[in-house]
């Protein structure tokens, strides 16, 4: 129960890139154990199961690469916003 209420949390708290990487660690371990006793079985099925895993993986590290672009350009703009402004209200009090 204390997992679900920490998921909620998250999702409250808008960490959707912590959420989201959780999901896919989970999803990648899952299918690793399901991948494992279809390999028991059937060794061919079982290394088939493994594409799952290995998307959620690249999926995951696509999206954290994606995210981290994403925040170093608002955080540059903001920047570069603010400047701006410090500018312009140093003209209107110069004049």
Known sequence: ?????????LYRKNRQ???LSWV???I?????FIAGIFALINQS?????LIVPLIAIC????N????AL??????STAKKLEENEKKKAARKSAK
């Open 45 to 49: 099925v079982g290394v088939a199961i």
């Open 64 to 67: 954290v690469v994606v995210w």
């Open 28 to 32: 990648a371990v899952i299918f690793v």
């Open 17 to 19: 890139l912590t959420l």
């Open 1 to 9: 129960m204390n997992i679900l209420r920490y998921f909620i949390d």
């Open 70 to 75: 994403v925040h170093l350009m608002l955080d």
């Open 24 to 26: 896919y660690g989970i």
């Open 59 to 62: 999926a995951l590290s696509a």
